[in-house]
């Protein structure tokens, strides 16, 4: 694989901070998980659980001005880039206080502030409208540029070519991640995709690739900072496959029989991406096992307050069903 | 016996057209594929070539004529031995009646506010301009005073335009502004909610609606939804236009009107102008309105002159309907190229001692429900014209409207003319057939008025 083998140069400031946002994807989403099970979140809520080292670590390659959007598992990409835990979990309990006034859902949020724009329910429409951010960007002559997520399902849209062939056409600094978790719902990639290696996607296309542990968040930040390198210099799109594992299933309403225990248990004891920070930090000395647990205990209280808020807040008023349709 | 050249349709759409230039002169053999002249067609510039071969006898038709109709004869050619005196005969027979090049333009025409037309001063002059001018005036005098309004779309740029409707944009603009995308209408359209997403203002051209299928899912999942789905923090500020419904001769697949399906969609605006003016000032209105605003044209009107008036900036509100006709007996309402029959019928009914009222809705969304209503409650009576399918068509929904908030007025149930309900033949003869006309919305009225 063309991969991004060398890792970053991290400090231990930098890896707690990773530490630190990894566990919060993860105790947000168990806590959303918990919440669905109790009934105070609905419809489809879908969880980045084993995926964290993604986000977190194409954040820390990201600057402020570059935009970035995702799909409907979308939770973990609001909070790595800033978003408020709180108006988050409100929206998912459909209240008042949530980012979209708990009229968007899990699938639907945006921030304009932190340039997170979706969030987005069709499967793969996001990929065109990240390379017209990127095209956005362009034109007004910045030099930001545009995440845009996918799954390795959604790379097997007919517009995400479409997207290559204009965002290669117009050399857009546009960044096309493929979160590869290895299953489109219930769809392996073995029984969805001709080809394995999805970073050679764009090669038809003249795109640049690389694949990368997406277990490994030292190895995103690494593989991320070279994809925005090739981006912000003028050399329009690139395609990064970051091959990664979601624990959970689908969707919350997916048993996800089409694997075995064996196999998700395996990732978990292997390759979970918190754990490998973890053992990084305790192994550089970097902080102690007590200095890691003060954190859990802190990231806990923020997400059980973020829980407590979304339930207190009061569903959104009746007045609102015919607001926000047009400007 | 001397061979008559006539003037070629090179368009589905083209009656008539100029003949730009002759590439032959009298007296000069020429060779069957020969290229004889170009001719300008209301989409492009064409060569045209010879079928026969022979001497050219006589140029009938002067270099830089407009508007020659198709079928008439531009250019007798002789055959082997026949002489000049063959193309007198030849070229008698049918005449031409085109008109040699005005290259001045029309002098302005000074009117007094008219029906449609109350909310411009005074003394305002009008020029007459066609249905594609017009856009292309309203594009370019949006783009000149907002950097971030561009236009993208197939063959928009090198091209001039499909139906050249963005003539000169890329002259004025640059290929920055004005965008050739590649066929890939789902892919392009998406790319525009995005830049709408990141503070642009695209203007994003289909080269027709039908062709917009393919990205009916950006439409309306991204670019309607998004502001609602965000609790107003974000919304797709652009325009999606081009040709729709019916052109002539082709096919199902290139002939359907969309205004119902698009009228349908909460967090958009729909607009389907029928004038030069109306297109004009819409179009400004829509590129300014911070919303994804569909904008329906139609071919056959491209090339057909109104007058637009000389206002520095001239723009009409979106919702807002406008009345043509004033009228007693029936209440006509229609939009886009409906209202061609409905104006056609009323001036025949006139004759026959009806009144008319004539309504053009241009907007389908938001709809100007009081201009419709009020109108019925003078009138008691109406009949919907459009050219699109009739389940579930605008008609319908008027007629319930009416139904709901003008019941006890009304004295004849409405009558909805509309497109029939068939895939559009090709037959010249189906076509017809298939679309509205002005005998049936004649007979409607007849039919509500009980005469």
């Known amino acids: 694989m063309a991969a991004a083998k060398?890792?970053?140069?991290?400090?231990?400031?930098?890896?707690?901070?990773?530490?630190?946002?990894?566990?919060?994807?993860?105790?947000?989403?168990?806590?959303?998980?918990?919440?669905?099970?109790?009934?105070?979140?609905?419809?489809?809520?879908?969880?980045?659980?084993?995926?964290?080292?993604?986000?977190?670590?194409?954040?820390?390659?990201?600057?402020?001005?570059?935009s970035r959007l995702t799909s409907y598992r979308d939770h973990a990409h609001m909070l790595a880039c800033g978003m408020d835990p709180k108006g988050v979990m409100a929206e998912l309990t459909g209240r008042k206080d949530g980012l979209s006034k708990g009229k968007g859902g899990s699938m639907h949020m945006f921030s304009k502030e932190e340039r997170f724009y979706g969030g987005h329910g069709i499967v793969a429409a996001q990929v065109p409208i990240g390379a017209g951010l990127a095209l956005a960007n362009q034109y007004k002559g910045e030099d930001t540029v545009s995440f845009t997520y996918f799954g390795d399902g959604a790379a097997n849209q007919g517009q995400v070519y479409e997207s290559f062939n204009m965002a290669a056409l117009w050399k857009l600094p546009v960044i096309f991640v493929i979160e590869n978790n290895h299953y489109a719902m219930g769809t392996s990639q073995e029984r969805s995709a001709s080809t394995p290696d999805f970073y050679t996607r764009g090669e038809a296309f003249g795109i640049a690739g690389a694949a990368v542990d997406g277990m490994d968040v030292l190895a995103v930040k690494?593989?991320?900072?070279?994809?925005?390198?090739?981006?912000?210099?003028?050399?329009?799109?690139?395609?990064?496959?970051?091959?990664?594992?979601?624990?959970?299933?689908?969707?919350?309403?997916?048993?996800?029989?089409?694997?075995?225990?064996?196999?998700?248990?395996?990732?978990?004891?292997?390759?979970?991406?918190?754990?490998?920070?973890?053992?990084?930090?305790?192994?550089?000395?970097?902080?102690?096992?007590?200095?890691?647990?003060?954190?859990?205990?802190?990231?806990?209280?923020?997400?059980?307050?973020?829980?407590?808020?979304?339930?207190?807040s009061p569903e959104p008023d009746v007045s609102e069903l015919y607001t926000d349709i047009l400007v | 016996m001397a061979i008559q050249i006539l003037m070629p349709a090179l368009s589905p759409t083209m009656e008539e057209g100029t003949l730009a230039k002759w590439t032959v002169k009298e007296g000069d053999s020429v060779e069957s594929g020969q290229i004889i002249a170009e001719i300008e067609t209301d989409k492009a510039t064409m060569e045209f070539e010879a079928i026969d071969e022979g001497v050219i006898g006589k140029l009938v038709v002067a270099e830089g004529t407009e508007n020659v109709a198709v079928n008439s004869v531009i250019a007798v050619l002789l055959e082997d031995g026949e002489d000049a005196s063959a193309?007198?005969?030849?070229?008698?027979?049918?005449?031409?009646?085109?008109?040699?090049?005005?290259?001045?333009?029309?002098?302005?025409?000074?009117?007094?506010?008219?029906?449609?037309?109350?909310?411009?001063?005074?003394?305002?002059?009008?020029?007459?301009?066609?249905?594609?001018?017009?856009?292309?005036?309203?594009?370019?005098?949006?783009?000149?005073?907002?950097?971030?309004?561009?236009?993208?779309?197939?063959?928009v740029a090198e091209y001039q335009g499909a139906y050249k409707v963005s003539q000169g944009l890329l002259d004025e603009f640059g290929k920055k502004r004005v965008i050739d995308?590649?066929?890939?209408?789902?892919?392009?359209?998406?790319?525009?909610?995005?830049?709408?997403?990141?503070?642009?203002?695209?203007?994003?051209?289909?080269?027709?609606?039908?062709?917009?299928?393919?990205?009916?899912?950006?439409?309306?999942?991204?670019?309607?939804?998004?502001?609602?789905?965000?609790?107003?923090?974000?919304?797709?500020?652009?325009?999606?236009?081009?040709?729709?419904?019916?052109?002539?001769?082709?096919?199902?697949?290139?002939?359907?009107?969309?205004?119902?399906?698009?009228?349908?969609?909460?967090?958009?605006?729909?607009?389907?102008?029928?004038?030069?003016?109306?297109?004009?000032?819409?179009?400004?209105?829509?590129?300014?309105?911070?919303?994804?605003?569909?904008?329906?044209?139609?071919?056959?009107?491209?090339?057909?002159?109104?007058?637009?008036?000389?206002?520095?900036?001239?723009?009409?509100?979106?919702?807002?309907?406008?009345?043509?006709?004033?009228?007693?007996?029936?209440?006509?309402?229609?939009?886009?190229?409906?209202?061609?029959?409905?104006?056609?019928?009323?001036?025949?009914?006139?004759?026959?001692?009806?009144?008319?009222?004539?309504?053009?809705?241009?907007?389908?969304?938001?709809?100007?429900?009081?201009?419709?209503?009020?109108?019925?409650?003078?009138?008691?009576?109406?009949?919907?014209?459009?050219?699109?399918?009739?389940?579930?068509?605008?008609?319908?929904?008027?007629?319930?409207?009416?139904?709901?908030?003008?019941?006890?007025?009304?004295?004849?149930?409405?009558i909805n003319c509309t497109g029939k309900d068939v895939p559009m033949p090709y037959a010249a003869n189906l076509e017809k057939l298939a679309l509205v006309t002005t005998a049936e919305v004649i007979d409607a009225v007849k039919q509500v008025t009980y005469r």
């Open chain 2, 87 to 155: 193309v007198e005969n030849a070229s008698a027979a049918p005449a031409s009646e085109a008109t040699v090049t005005d290259t001045t333009p029309a002098a302005p025409i000074q009117k007094t506010a008219e029906v449609g037309f109350e909310d411009i001063p005074d003394g305002t002059t009008f020029t007459s301009t066609t249905v594609r001018e017009a856009l292309r005036d309203a594009m370019a005098e949006e783009m000149r005073s907002n950097e971030n309004v561009f236009l993208m779309g197939e063959e």
């Open chain 2, 181 to 414: 995308t590649p066929i890939t209408e789902h892919g392009f359209a998406g790319i525009a909610v995005g830049a709408a997403f990141g503070g642009l203002n695209p203007i994003v051209e289909f080269m027709t609606f039908n062709f917009a299928m393919q990205a009916m899912d950006q439409i309306i999942n991204s670019a309607a939804k998004t502001l609602y789905m965000s609790g107003g923090q974000m919304g797709a500020p652009m325009v999606f236009r081009g040709p729709n419904g019916a052109a002539a001769r082709v096919g199902a697949q290139h002939s359907q009107c969309y205004a119902a399906w698009y009228a349908h969609i909460p967090g958009l605006k729909v607009v389907m102008p029928y004038s030069a003016a109306d297109a004009k000032g819409l179009l400004k209105s829509a590129i300014r309105d911070p919303n994804p605003v569909i904008f329906l044209e139609n071919e056959m009107l491209y090339g057909r002159s109104f007058d637009v008036p000389d206002l520095e900036d001239f723009t009409v509100p979106i919702g807002k309907a406008k009345i043509w006709r004033e009228g007693n007996d029936v209440t006509l309402v229609s939009f886009g190229i409906g209202m061609q029959y409905a104006l056609e019928a009323a001036e025949k009914l006139a004759d026959e001692g009806i009144s008319a009222e004539v309504i053009d809705l241009r907007s389908i969304r938001p709809i100007d429900y009081d201009t419709v209503i009020n109108s019925v409650k003078k009138t008691n009576r109406c009949v919907t014209i459009e050219e699109g399918f009739p389940v579930a068509s605008i008609g319908n929904h008027l007629s319930a409207t009416i139904m709901e908030r003008a019941f006890d007025y009304l004295d004849a149930p409405v």
């Open chain 1, 6 to 66: 060398k890792k970053a140069n991290v400090s231990g400031d930098e890896l707690l901070e990773y530490y630190r946002e990894m566990l919060l994807i993860r105790r947000f989403e168990e806590k959303a998980g918990q919440l669905y099970g109790m009934g105070q979140i609905g419809g489809f809520c879908h969880l980045y659980i084993g995926q964290e080292a993604v986000v977190v670590g194409l954040e820390a390659a990201a600057k402020e001005g570059d």
């Open chain 1, 222 to 312: 690494a593989a991320g900072e070279l994809a925005v390198k090739h981006c912000r210099e003028g050399n329009g799109p690139y395609v990064l496959e970051v091959k990664t594992y979601r624990y959970r299933g689908h969707s919350m309403s997916d048993p996800a029989k089409y694997r075995t225990r064996e196999e998700v248990q395996k990732v978990k004891d292997n390759q979970d991406p918190i754990d490998m920070v973890k053992e990084m930090i305790l192994q550089g000395k970097h902080a102690t096992v007590d200095d890691l647990k003060s954190i859990d205990k802190e990231i806990k209280k923020t997400v059980q307050e973020s829980a407590d808020f979304a339930v207190a």
